[in-house]
């Protein structure tokens, strides 16, 4: 397991100038300067990796016990850990929608209009799905595609198939799943069944069914050739896993390795992504000059049992708008920028990226209502205790079931994550004190509130006004003939091997 680390330029120069005296130590000054003029010319990269489906309490950093995540540690380390940061929305379509745009994602379509409880079935982009993000809408490559960015995503997409591809939302390259690998046969059979989950290389399927066992050192090696065609360019590098989703995955070198079993594995062969691609931006120099991230897409989802994480001392899961489905573990990485090892009590949500990196990058936000506040002030420690964001919303379809203003929370509805169970309103709402009670447990007597719950009454109106009226229901958009199914080769039943490719495993990528 490599264990990155981080030695400034500086620190080398000071080392060498003890050994060879003045005149060396002149050459060095001068080579700082030249460095230090040409990174100020150069904006900063921005590299975010997402986690699927994992919990607040998944991470060593954030306290789990067997889990052996180094390298994620490592981050926490070197940077900014944050305690209070949240998704869009509890679920992968919706919450990866509003990450991309800044944009709540009923704003942008991403929503079903189905009643309860048909609308368990459009929560996210199935492979018979005919909506996506729209194209209307602005996505973080696009409004760093100004500055001269290029971008990859690397990973699990998950906003639609149909016209609506990575590459055709922004991003210069696309290598991963359309999907969650669950959405085909096999592993998982529907009726009427879909085929294997495919692997695409920009807009082209290169495999059906994905090979699992072999996916994440092949997502390694796309992110090195990346960073290796972008030295000398900034960029920003998405590596949206697939772990840890159901079903479970790992290679062969992580099989059968952590404590916590399969999830386990699956943890830390993430982990060992993480190491490997940090350790790629130190050897290729670029590690001072890059803004890291690491996140998940939202709570984990325990209705898996073993095979599904934890949310640690939070209430609720995936699919739910208590604090477990969408309050997620988050870290902010950059040396001599970021104040190490710091925690930030701040509240942020995956929707500040976009104005984070804009304001980063120098180039201004989409001309649109946006839900996501920079975090600039945050990050850099001058105020990393407080953020301009002072409300956290949480959807179900298009329904506020909850809102977060400052250290409260009132639930309006409630509804189970998983079951057939329709909405439960409360008048009035349960309202929690999260800095107290972070796990929803003891509700404050309302009569003793009547003036904060006025003041939520106020921001729920106001909210719903910027709202305005709906744009089309993405999620119900469904070809029920299944001809968008994306398919390699009718002829061969949808079955297609990556011919002539040689598979990368750990031990080519000096991972150990």
């Known amino acids: 397991q490599v264990v990155y680390t981080v030695q400034s330029i500086c620190r080398r120069g000071v080392i060498m100038t003890f050994k060879t005296g003045f005149v060396f130590a002149a050459a060095v000054s001068l080579l700082l300067a030249s460095i230090t003029v040409a990174a100020a010319a150069r904006p900063p990269n921005f590299v975010l990796f997402l986690a699927d489906d994992m919990g607040f309490g998944d991470v060593g950093c954030f306290g789990h016990p067997t889990i052996l995540t180094p390298s994620i540690d490592a981050l926490a380390h070197s940077g900014m850990k944050f305690t209070q940061f949240y998704s869009a929305y509890p679920i992968c379509t919706p919450s990866r929608s509003g990450l991309l745009t800044a ?29 996506g993000l729209p194209a209307k809408e602005t996505t973080i490559p696009q409004v760093l595609k100004t500055a001269g960015y290029n971008s990859a995503l690397i990973g699990k997409w ?27 046969c096999p592993p998982k059979c529907p009726f009427p069944p879909w085929p294997g989950v495919p692997l695409y290389d920009n807009m082209t399927i290169i495999e059906q069914p994905v090979d699992l066992s072999t996916l994440t050192p092949r997502y390694n090696q796309k992110a090195f050739e990346f960073i290796d065609k972008n030295k000398d360019n900034p960029f920003f590098l998405m590596m949206s896993y697939d772990e840890v989703h159901v079903p479970l995955f790992a290679s062969n070198a992580y099989l059968n390795k952590s404590a916590r079993g399969f999830f386990g594995d699956a943890m830390e062969e993430m982990d060992g992504s993480i190491g490997a691609i940090m350790q790629k931006l130190q050897d290729s120099k670029l590690l001072d000059n890059t803004l890291v991230i690491f996140s998940s897409d939202n709570g984990a ?19 739910e708008t208590w604090e477990g489905g969408m309050r997620v573990p988050t870290i902010f990485s950059w040396p001599g920028v970021i104040p190490s090892g710091t925690t930030s009590l701040a509240l942020g949500s995956l929707m500040d990226l976009l104005p984070t990196f804009a304001e980063l990058a120098s180039v201004p936000t989409p001309n649109k209502t946006l839900d996501g506040h920079s975090l600039v002030p945050v990050i850099t420690g001058k105020n990393y205790t407080n953020s301009s964001r002072e409300t956290i919303f949480y959807y179900r379809t298009h329904v506020i079931m909850a809102v977060r203003y400052g250290q409260y929370k009132a639930h309006y509805y409630t509804r189970s994550g998983w079951g057939l169970d329709g909405y439960e309103k ?26 904060l719950l006025s003041q939520f009454d106020v921001i729920v109106k106001k909210h719903k006004e910027s709202i305005g009226p709906l744009p089309p229901a993405q999620l119900d958009e469904i070809d029920w003939s299944n001809k968008v199914v994306p398919c390699c080769d009718k002829q061969t039943n949808c079955t297609c091997k990556a011919g002539g490719v040689t598979l990368p495993y750990f031990d080519q990528l000096n991972i150990g």
């Open 103 to 131: 944009r709540l994602p009923v704003r942008n379509g991403i929503y079903s209009n189905a009643s309860v409880p048909l609308d368990m079935i459009f929560r996210v982009f199935l492979p018979n799905a005919l909506g």
């Open 158 to 184: 998950h906003l639609g198939h149909v016209d609506c591809l990575p590459t055709q939302r922004g991003f210069d390259e696309f290598y991963g799943l359309p999907y969650a690998q669950d959405e085909g």
């Open 301 to 319: 989802w325990t209705e898996k049992e073993l095979d599904g994480g934890s949310n640690g001392l939070l209430r609720g899961q995936k699919g």
């Open 426 to 451: 409360h008048d009035p709402p349960i309202l929690f004190h999260l800095e107290h009670d972070p796990s929803e447990l003891y509700p404050l007597d309302p009569d003793d509130y009547k003036d």
